[in-house]
Structures are given as structure tokens and as C-alpha cells.
């Protein structure tokens, strides 16, 4: 199982891009990465997924290097609402799907 | 329906009592998993359902006992419950796996949640 490594917390203003990366060194080659947001008392919400190089839509992207060992999510312009927990999960299969600690982003006015 | 229902939203229990969490999707997913959530700490996965076959069990204590009767539907069963049990339990699905072009199979769709409080 690929562990994540993530920071635990972050802060930033309003207006201002938002970047959290995530650490995965033992991702194996069936891995995608897979980026979930989370309000206080609901349940995480998928935000992106990639394999490889980019990927964007219309809320984030995710930059992913050539050697997949991390990946980053990339926020434009956060906003107050998107306090929240985003939490990274590396994995192919459905044994795949643990959690690690997140990172607890904090937006500003 | 691209959602997953979760009842009852809130449960209040003594350590004696049994009662039960459900899950349902109509999304035609094939796997289902339930999740405990403790106050600042990330879901911790209890149960994987794949195929309405139990794939993962995490240790988890016999008091919880989690049942699959259809692909649609998940419980998770609680009998004689500690104070400690109490958190907010997620139920997600995912289109599951053994596909040839996998992307977005594992992407996962929570439910609300159940806040259980065990008195």
C-alpha cells in the first residue's frame, strides 16, 4: 500500500492560488492518485484524479512529475469555503482506499 | 441518483442496546465500504465490500458486524457499543475494479454520515 505524506496544515488569503502537495514514494505502477475535500461533520467529497502530468477541471489541478513519487493540488483563488480537510489517497483497488492524515487548509479574509 | 443515503443521521444508544446504520446507493457500484470518523482525525476504514463479498475487514471489534444484502445496501449492525465507539460513521461506494480501462473506478462517494453517540 503507498503511504501519503502530506502537510498538516496550511493557511492562506482569500483570492490567492493554493498549492498542497502530497508525498507517495512507493506508488506502484496500477496507482492513481485521487484528491478528496472535507467539511466539518460530512463526508469527504472527490475533487480530482490523475495518473500522470496534468490534470484539470473546473474546481483544481493536479500536477503530477514524471516519477509519480508526489503529486500536487492546485487550487485558484480559494475562497473562505474552502476551509476544509484535502486529503490525498494513492491506490488501484478497492483495498486501496485508507486515508491519511490530510491537510487542514485555512483560508483567510 | 448519484448519491449515497445514510440512516439515521444521528443515533443515541446505551452500551445494551442493538441497533443498526444504513447505507444505500443507486449508482450501480460494486463496492462499498464503511468508514469511522473520530473529531479531527481522518476516516478510518472498518469494512470493504466488493461484489456483496466482504473483501476487508480492519480488525474491527465483533461488536460492529456489517451485513451486504444486495449491491445496493449496506448495514453495519451495533450491539453492546463502548462510550469510545461514538463518532461519525461514513459509508462510501465505487464503481469497483476488475475493469480493463480503470480510471475513476476507485473514485469513492460518500454518504452524509451517521453521528452515533453511545451513553
Known amino acids: 500500500l503507498a503511504k501519503t505524506t502530506q502537510p498538516i496544515s496550511m493557511d492562506s488569503y482569500e483570492g490567492q492560488e493554493v498549492n498542497i502537495t502530497c508525498s507517495h514514494n512507493n506508488i506502484a505502477t496500477n496507482d492513481y492518485i485521487t484528491w478528496y475535500q472535507q467539511f466539518p461533520s460530512q463526508g469527504p467529497r472527490f475533487i480530482i484524479q490523475g495518473y500522470k502530468t496534468k490534470v484539470t477541471n473546473e474546481v483544481a489541478s493536479l500536477f503530477i512529475p514524471a516519477d509519480r513519487k508526489s503529486s500536487t493540488l492546485s487550487l485558484p483563488r480559494v475562497s473562505l469555503s474552502d476551509t476544509a480537510v484535502y486529503y490525498c489517497?494513492?491506490?488501484?483497488?478497492?483495498?486501496?482506499?485508507?486515508f491519511g492524515a490530510g491537510t487542514r487548509l485555512t483560508v483567510k479574509p | 441518483d448519484t448519491e449515497v443515503t445514510q440512516t439515521p443521521k444521528h443515533l443515541v444508544m446505551g452500551m445494551t442496546n442493538k441497533k443498526s446504520l444504513k447505507c444505500e446507493q443507486h449508482?450501480?457500484?460494486?463496492?462499498m465500504y464503511w468508514y469511522k470518523q473520530k473529531a479531527k482525525k481522518p476516516p478510518e476504514l472498518m469494512f470493504v465490500y466488493s461484489y456483496e463479498k466482504l473483501s476487508i475487514n480492519e480488525s474491527v471489534p465483533s461488536r460492529f458486524s456489517p451485513e451486504c444484502p444486495n449491491s445496493s445496501l449496506l448495514n453495519l449492525h451495533l450491539h453492546a457499543l463502548q462510550p469510545e465507539d461514538s463518532a461519525l460513521y461514513l459509508c462510501a461506494s465505487s464503481l469497483g475494479t476488475g475493469l480493463i480501462d480503470y480510471s475513476g473506478a476507485n473514485v469513492l462517494t460518500f454518504g452524509a454520515g451517521s453521528r452515533l453517540t453511545v451513553l
Open positions: 449508482m450501480g457500484h460494486r463496492a
Open positions: 489517497l494513492v491506490g488501484y483497488n478497492n483495498n486501496d482506499m485508507r
